[in-house]
Every structure is written in C-alpha cells, then in structure tokens.
C-alpha cells in the first residue's frame, strides 16, 4: 500500500534560521494539502498542490511538488517563534476515498 | 461564520464504558470526518460521513462507530472503552470530499481511566 513518509520528525531552530520539511510517497498523487497544528492546538489547512512541479509562496512559505508527484516540502523562511507546530502532509493517491496524513515534523524555535 | 463545535471539550470515562462525541460542521458542508490522535502521535482517520452515509472507515475496531444526521451534524460512539483510547478525538467538515480544504474543530479529549 501507500506509504507516506515525512521527515524529520523534530527539528529545533533559532529564530531566524531556515527550516524544511519533506514529505515522500510510495506512488504517484494526485495532490497533496499542507497544515499546520500548533500546540495545543487542531490542524489549519496552509494549502494545496496539484500540478507537477508546482511551486507556491505564502509570505516566508514555500511549498513544492515534486516534478514526479511524488514527494513534496514546505520551507520556510527566517523562522519566528509563532511558526512553532506540528507540520503535516496530506497526500491524495486518488484512490483512498480518504485524507491519510503524514506522521507529521513537530518545530521548535526558540530565540 | 461559525467554525467546527465539538462536545465535549474534555471527557474522562473509565474501561469498558461507552463515550459518545458530538460534532457539528460549517453550515454548508455536508462531509464529515473523524481523527483520532493520540500523544505525541499523528492523525488517523476513523470515519467519513456525506449526506448522511458512510463512506469509509480508517483501521480501527467496529466499537468505532457513529452517524451523520439530516443536519449533517455527527456523533461518534466509542463502546467498550480500552486504556489505549484515551486520545484526542477531531472532527473536521468539508465540502463535497476528503481532498477539499479540511476545516477542524477544536477535539474532543477523552481519558479512559
């Protein structure tokens, strides 16, 4: 079956450095969602790719589809402390009939 | 607009009780969606409810069960609770299918004692 793998787990920043999450299937997508829980928190949808190679920006976010619909990232940009969260990955193999989220990169960032 | 309700915010039970959540969508969605997440841990699907009807169901035992009603609210049942269920319980509402922009509530959280 689909295997959806997203790495790293943890990753611990200073404010102001960069940080990128990946997301990396088994098969092919049809799309895949980004969100974003922080702690304490639920999910929040951040956005969605559906073309090859799709390359979208959301102010220091930027989230890429992998050529081959295959994998996926989030960067982001001089980190702040309110970028601190768990990060997930949703892809869509078109066939599931349901939204499997990836097990997720918890960010810390600290000053 | 009003968000995703969930209730109740907190429920503590103890093994081999029933718990039933209760979830209600953005006015309009008609696709309901069940998460259980446990410390720590990522988002697993439970259920899927539109209009009214299951339309599938992630691993988890039958005691797993809910409903979707003509409102398109939704409750979940959860019978013969075990330790390992005591978790947090999401619902999220959307338009149409799973891969439309999910919106969540704020969870339920339930203890198993």
């Known amino acids: 079956g689909q295997q959806v793998m997203q790495i790293p787990q943890y990753q611990h920043v200073q404010e102001g450095e960069d940080f990128t999450t990946y997301c990396n299937s088994s098969?092919?997508?049809?799309?895949i969602q980004w969100y974003k829980q922080r702690p304490g928190g639920h999910p929040v949808f951040l956005i969605q790719?559906?073309?090859?190679?799709e390359v979208k920006k959301q102010k220091r976010l930027t989230f890429q589809f992998g050529e081959a619909k295959k994998n996926s990232s989030l960067h982001i940009t001089a980190t702040q402390t309110t970028d601190v969260g768990t990060y997930f990955c949703?892809?869509?193999?078109?066939?599931?009939?349901?939204?499997?989220f990836g097990t997720g990169t918890r960010l810390q960032v600290t000053l | 607009e009003a968000g995703v309700t969930q209730s109740p915010t907190h429920l503590i039970k103890t093994r081999g009780q029933q718990a039933t959540l209760r979830c209600s969508p953005i006015?309009?969605?008609?696709?309901v969606y069940w998460y259980q997440q446990a410390l720590g841990l990522g988002l697993q699907f439970l259920l899927w409810?539109?209009?009214?009807?299951?339309?599938n169901r992630g691993n988890f035992p039958p005691r797993f069960s809910g409903r979707q009603f003509p409102n398109y609210s939704s409750e979940l049942n959860v019978n013969a609770l075990e330790l390992e269920d005591s978790a947090l319980y999401l619902c999220?509402?959307?338009?149409?299918?799973?891969?439309?922009?999910?919106?969540f509530g704020p969870g339920t959280r339930l203890t198993v004692l």
């Open positions: 999220a509402s959307s338009l149409g299918d799973p891969y439309n922009e999910q919106f």
């Open positions: 098969t092919t997508l049809s799309n």
């Open positions: 790719l559906v073309k090859s190679g």
């Open positions: 949703a892809p869509d193999t078109g066939t599931a009939s349901k939204l499997t």
């Open positions: 006015s309009g969605h008609t696709s």
């Open positions: 409810y539109d209009e009214g009807e299951e339309r």
